[in-house]
């Protein structure tokens, strides 16, 4: 009897960790704006095949997954000396399952969201956004963070 | 009694382990971008051919003086795709006069002594502003008047666009 019950407490303790390491979240693309002009506002669509950013994220089929973003409110530039502002707009994230018959779903990136996984494991978010710089922007490379984090039920 | 404790003891890390089933992971990406100074495109010159006449074609070649010319200045050593929306007949009223065999070239000087030699079309053509933010751009081309081609002054719109890439 007491063997029966140590096993079945081993068995159980074997599942558990076959279920946490289904999960992965991975960085697959930058949101890359290019070229700006000084004084002149540039977006990128999160539909934008090249400059959106892209994430990959795999749980499980019937598994809840809760996404939720740090976005930075500038770019700074990386020679030093200036930053830039740059907006997410509420439809500026879109979520995509692998299945065929997966629907997009555009979502607001600046509010986590929770979503439940019925026909992909595994799902693409993309996400678009906007800076501005100003008229005399200093001119050079500008960088910013965005940090995606997952949590799955 | 020694084994009724270490049972419970394993069987309250299981649940304590089932439990705890919300897990998160992070990744991260970058957002980037390259301010530039605004690009300026300027039409220097009109593509000239001069006196034409009926069946007798007539080219300009870009180190012509009568050759067509842009000026651009721009981002310092930026690179810059060329694009070109040419016409295919010039007109005068009614009459068209067709034009093509399209030639082109440009060089960070003004000078077309060592231009680069590309073909002007709706395909984007990479160059690139000097040190400097400066870039010439000549255009020639042919001109093919029918045996019957009524006399008269014909005219046409060649246009540059040229962006950051």
């Given amino acids: 009897m007491r063997r029966c019950v140590l096993l079945t407490a081993f068995a159980l303790l074997a599942v558990v960790r076959a279920l946490t390491g289904q999960t992965q979240v991975t960085a697959i693309r930058d949101l890359a704006f290019g070229a700006v002009i000084r004084g002149v506002q540039t977006t990128v669509a999160p539909s934008d095949p090249i400059k959106s950013g892209r994430l990959y994220v795999r749980y499980k089929i019937g598994g809840q997954v809760q996404v939720a973003f740090t976005l930075p409110t500038r770019l700074n530039r990386v020679a030093g000396g200036g930053n830039m502002p740059i907006t997410f707009a509420s439809t500026d994230a879109i979520a995509q399952g692998t299945a065929g018959s997966s629907q997009p779903v555009t979502f607001d990136p600046n509010n986590p969201i929770t979503f439940t996984l019925q026909t992909s494991a595994d799902f693409y978010i993309n996400l678009g956004g906007r800076v501005t710089p100003a008229a005399n922007q200093a001119t050079g490379a500008y960088q910013g963070t965005v940090v995606l984090t997952c949590t799955f039920f | ?165």
């Fill in chain 2, 1 to 165: 009694m020694r084994s009724t404790t270490r049972v419970s003891a394993a069987l309250a890390a299981i649940f304590s382990l089932t439990a705890a089933a919300a897990q998160a992971q992070s990744a991260s990406i970058s957002a980037t971008a390259t301010v530039y100074q605004a690009m300026t495109v300027t039409g220097a010159r009109t593509l000239d051919f001069g006196n034409v006449f009926p069946g007798v074609s007539k080219a300009i070649a870009v180190t012509a003086a009568t050759s067509g010319q842009f000026s651009l200045t721009g981002q310092s050593s930026a690179n810059v795709n060329l694009t070109f929306t040419l016409p295919t007949n010039l007109t005068s009223g009614a009459n068209n006069l067709p034009i093509g065999t399209w030639t082109g070239c440009t060089n960070p000087t003004n000078s077309t002594a060592g231009c680069t030699a590309f073909t002007p079309s709706a395909s984007a053509t990479a160059s690139a502003f000097s040190g400097t933010g400066a870039l010439w751009v000549w255009v020639g081309g042919t001109v093919t008047p029918a045996a019957n081609q009524a006399a008269g002054t014909y005219t046409g719109t060649v246009q540059l666009t040229a962006a950051y890439f």
